[in-house]
């Protein structure tokens, strides 16, 4: 209906309908469900669109079922069903994974992200049942960053201060349960993934289970991200 000013004046010359009946106060309230008509045509409210990012715990369902334990919160405790996640963690390995998501009901920002051509990046901390040496780590690195396999592994090393059951790893795909696999195919168990970093964005001031709605400057850089 163009700008307020406009959508006042329409209203006042009798030109918009609500539900069948003739509407001449500009104040008046509409929900979605309400039908209304403006110079005969129909007029389609825009969808508002909401994009947070959330610090996942260990302890949270990815569902939207009911939790299976007291101690377990499910994502309808946080979220409406309405929004979807971007960045998924494995089903089969919920308490396993915390960290990063993007839930958003942006349909244009999930498709891009989603699409094999976007390569989102995530760097997660894994803790192995094991320690690694020297060698193990080098045979590590040079196996899963050959380029083979459906995803891509740029880096992986001991962050500095932590003990050498713990990996830093920076990586390029769709599903982290392919990190799963590539590890146990290399003998070594994963205990928990955290998730620090994925596509740009970072836990900085935001503590575990919570979460925070993007600026607009961040979703614009999201709608344009590329792997690089």
């Known amino acids: 209906m163009g700008t307020r000013r406009k959508a006042e004046s329409l209203v ?6 609500v539900n069948g009946m003739v509407e001449l106060n500009p104040g008046k309230q509409v929900s979605e469900d309400d039908i209304v008509i403006c110079n005969g045509k129909r ?21 939207k079922a009911q939790p299976t334990s007291s101690s377990a919160r499910s994502l309808a405790d946080i979220f409406d ?6 960045g998924r963690f494995p089903e089969e390995v919920p308490e396993r994974m915390a ?12 498709s891009h992200l989603n699409d094999p051509g976007t390569e989102v990046t995530s760097v997660f901390l894994l803790h192995l049942e094991r320690a690694v ?3 193990q780590l080098d045979e590590i690195e040079k196996t899963l960053t050959s380029g ?9 090393n001991l962050p500095l201060g932590q003990n050498q059951s713990v ?3 920076e990586w390029c795909g769709k599903s982290p349960a392919i990190i799963f696999e590539d590890f146990k195919s290399l003998g070594f168990e994963i205990k928990t993934a955290d998730r620090t970093y994925y596509a740009g964005l970072t836990k900085k001031a935001l503590g575990r289970g919570h979460y925070r709605e993007l600026s607009k ?9 590329r792997f690089l």
């Open 217 to 225: 400057e961040e979703k614009i850089r999201l709608s344009h991200y």
């Open 133 to 135: 040496d020297a060698n």
């Open 12 to 17: 006042k010359s009798g030109k918009v309908a």
């Open 43 to 63: 007029v389609v409210p825009g969808v508002q669109h909401f994009t947070y990012l959330l610090n996942k715990p260990k302890n949270l369902q990815l569902s």
């Open 167 to 169: 990996l830093e790893v």
């Open 148 to 156: 083979k396999g459906p995803s891509k592994w740029k880096s992986i």
């Open 81 to 86: 069903a309405k929004i979807t996640e971007i």
């Open 99 to 110: 960290g990063l998501m993007i839930w958003t009901n942006d349909e244009k920002l999930i």
